[in-house]
């Protein structure tokens, strides 16, 4: 035993730290993506600050360890220090010229302002009397001192911003001082002495003058913040692996606040709402970084740099052209001048409307940046829903009541509401809320989350609400001046009205518009770069896309999104037109089937309408006919309503206890075959009707719903067989829904009844996990989404394990009997990314979704097989 304990310590010790000019194998996952940016930088030669990385091993181990800091790290850290007091000449705790640094935390997947970054550390009463003294700028040195004191207690100690905020606003009002630069050296030496005050009364302690115990302290802190309560509610969201961890990163402080020959800003390679190429950013005189993250004062415009620091200017179009070149790809950057001298504080792959996604990606091919591949695998597809979004229409005559910055494109109405919590109960409750703040915070995650839109009264393009906004695809509309918000009495003024909590507001991100009152939105059409990357990720897809449409109107539109067909036409919708309903009840309330007959007689011409109407919007393409699905109950009204002795009898007879799993698809089908045979004679009738108008034979499918048994579909297909012989001469496919479990277990049966299967991933998803999903979704489903007993909602992203297996197993019993099966899918998941991949990996044929989401199955199926292909090569060069 001893001798293998003494091996294990002889092993050499695990590294936690690296300097950014040290290169190291671990790449992000260890270093964090800022960390990675950094090293990646200062070994290009950009300027950079000095600096080093405590690895997300660090972290790991400090969780793991009980929030204990792993053996070995306090000394990997001196020497690391003692190294950086080398490279800047300035030792830490100085009392003449001190070391400082930023400790600043970065994980793997960049998550915007959601952990916390110190300033300025290594000052204490000494040291800023030494910065004073070198830098012979007493006020800079205090000001510093006094952030240090703010962020340190804010994010060690968890002190309340709102006491420092208050100390410096009383302190402001006091002097008279309209902005923080107007508070002279000795107000800051004042507001210092407060601020300690205030340290002192809130941890019962100093604020610590060791600047070796701030750095443990900070480090520890950065660690901790991976487990609060914002950043967790930011992975749940974006799937971000809890097991990531955060890298800790330690960086020379360079000021921007030293004088006007310094600044701070933030640049974009490109323009982050459009993508147009061109100088993109914000730029604040004599501050530091966080006062324009942070949104608290209104920047510039990048090209008033130009102007104040040329030379820095001209360094930074030259770094931004650089780095753009390198990672090959937009970059988004933080840059501080000291005196005259640039330095660059971070980049990263700059977060962007899809639109500007897209317009950068086609520019950068055009620009031999970047291969077509490479532009169809870079396009997030979920992202895509925003081009898609809603916009004010152009013909509705509306006024603007204030102007915003147009910080997230699209448009929404919605009622008023002033705080986060609000906005999650209301959103979730299903109103449409727009979010209005002086400004956000990470603190209001949770709101945005389920806002349909936020307007901001202070900060930039790139301020919290901007960033989060454009990230989650809302539209935002931020440093609106003219709005003022009195939170005490729930109302808003917006340049000269007075609106109440609740009141309806539209907004456009796109321009920056705020309007009092609703606005009729319209959705947007797709742009040519768009269809530019989707016509080429067209050459490397293998599944078709089809759309779920049930009218003319439906069917056009998802033909101009590049629709290959209709993999749903949904018969019930046209049951329920106001002019045919009475006809349906009439049916329904028949005493015996001559009754029904002659009502199913008078709504023939109606459907076989429907269907000529569709088959020639859809001319050349498939159309899939589903025969009617819902329990009839559903076309009468509901038992409170029924007036009529007849029709309250009826109804009570319909009445299901379950109607999910009662009579409802080909169950009503054999139960009262007319039904469908009407439904088969409209649809061969209307096939034979547009083959003679047009010339021009339509593709039908005629498929029958939730069959489980071989038996139930093979007397459907008699019935389908026969009525169709009245027309010899149209030609049909009958297949069927897939969406039992049985079904998918008994697919070799069923198969040899059925031309096509289409899966219906929705009652497949209720029926093999038994979720009925009106009872699911905002009860028990929710809670286990929050408690973590499933990642994800299955209704949304098909549960491949379970539901996926039940496919896969039709799809191979299917094919083993019938291998030219035509096999596709129709639930909601044909319209989501991940669902997509996996349908691609089945070998299914097509996945149908809503027409709105054609553009981004096209994407995701492209993406899916360009995936399926570098997976082959890798496979055959590894193998
Ligand atoms: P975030 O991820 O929230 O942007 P950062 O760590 O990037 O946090 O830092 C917050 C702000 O402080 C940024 O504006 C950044 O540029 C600035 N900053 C960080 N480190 C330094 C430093 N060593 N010198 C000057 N400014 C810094
Ligand atoms: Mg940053
Ligand atoms: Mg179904």
Known sequence: MQGICEKILALPAQRYVYDFDQPSEGGRELLGGKGVGLAEMTQLGVPVPAGFTITTDACRAYMSNGKALPDGLDGEVDEHLRALEEKTGKRFGDANDPLLVSVRSGAAVSMPGMM??????????????????????????????????????????????????????????????????????????????????????????????????????????????????????????????????????????????????????????????????????????????????????????????????????????????????????????????????????????????????????????????????????????????????????????????????????????????????????????????????????????????????????????????????????????????????????????????????????????????????????????????????????????????????????????????????????????????????????????????EGRRKALDELLPMQQADFEAILEAMAGLPVTIRLLDPPLHEFLPPLEEAKDERVRRRVKQLQESNPMLGTRGCRLGLQWPEIYEMQVRAIIRAARAVEDRTGEAPLVEIMHPLVAFQEELRRLRELTVRVAEEAPDVEYLCGTMIELPRACIRADEIAQQADFFSFGTNDLTQTALGFSRDDAEGKFLTQYLEDGVLQKNPFETLDVGGVGDLMRIAVERGRSVKPGLKLGICGEHGGEPRSVAFCHELGLDYVSCSPYRVPLARLAAAQAALAASGAAEYAAAGG
């Open 116 to 593: 916390d970054t110190i300033l300025n550390l290594g000052l204490n009463d000494d040291a800023v009397q030494g910065l004073a003294r070198t830098t012979g700028n007493e006020r800079f040195a205090n000001d510093s001192y006094r952030r240090l004191i703010q962020m340190y207690g804010q994010v060690v100690d968890g002190i309340d911003a709102h006491r420092f905020e208050q100390a410096l606003t009383e302190l402001k009002k006091s002097r008279g001082a309209a902005q923080d630069v107007d508070l002279s050296a000795e107000d800051l030496a004042d507001l210092i002495d407060t601020y300690k005050r205030i340290y002192r009364e809130e941890t019962g302690r100093d604020f610590p003058q060791d600047p070796r115990e701030q750095l443990t302290r900070a480090v520890r802190a950065v660690f901790d913040s991976w487990d609060a309560p914002r950043a967790q509610v930011y992975r749940r969201t974006y799937d971000i692996p809890e097991s990531l961890g955060t890298a800790v990163n330690v960086v020379q402080m360079v000021f921007g606040n030293k004088g006007d020959e310094s600044g701070t800003g933030v640049a974009f390679t490109r323009d982050p709402s459009t993508g147009e190429q061109g100088l993109y950013g914000e730029f604040l005189a004599n501050a530091q970084g966080e006062d324009v993250v942070a949104g608290i004062r209104t920047p510039e415009p990048l090209a008033a740099m130009e102007k104040k620091l040329p030379r820095a200017f001209e360094q930074l179009l030259e770094t931004m052209r650089r780095l753009e070149e390198h990672y090959r790809d937009m970059q988004d950057i933080e840059f501080t001048v000291e005196d005259n001298e640039l330095y660059l504080l971070q980049t990263r792959s700059a977060k962007r409307t899809a639109a500007a996604g897209v317009k950068a990606a086609v520019d950068m091919v055009g620009e031999g940046l970047i291969s077509r591949e490479d532009a169809v695998a870079r396009i997030d597809p979920a992202q895509l829903d925003q081009l898609l979004h809603p916009m004010i229409d152009p013909t509705a005559e509306w006024e603007v009541a204030a102007k915003g910055l147009n910080a997230s494109p699209g448009a929404a109405s919605g009622k008023i509401v002033l705080d986060a919590d609000s906005a999650e109960q209301r959103g979730k409750a299903g109103e449409s809320v727009i979010l209005v703040r002086w400004e956000t915070t990470p603190d209001d995650i949770h709101g945005l989350i389920q806002a349909a839109g936020v307007l901001t009264a202070h900060g930039g393009m790139t301020s919290h609400a901007a960033v989060v906004a454009r990230g989650m695809g809302k539209p935002c509309v931020a440093g609106c001046d003219a709005l003022s918000i009195d939170l005490a009495g729930h109302t808003i003024t917006l340049g000269g009205h007075t609106l109440a909590e609740g009141d309806v507001l539209t907004i456009d991100g796109g321009t920056g518009a705020v309007i009092v009152g609703e606005v009729r939105l319209v959705p947007p059409q797709v742009n040519d770069d768009l269809e530019t990357i989707l016509g080429w990720g067209d050459e490397y897809r293998r599944l078709n896309v089809r759309a779920n449409a049930d009218t003319p109107e439906d069917a056009a539109k998802a033909r101009d999104f590049g629709a290959q067909g209709i993999g749903l036409c949904r018969t019930e919708h046209m049951f329920m037109a106001e002019e045919r309903l009475p006809v349906v009840r009439a049916m329904i309330m028949a005493e015996n089937e």
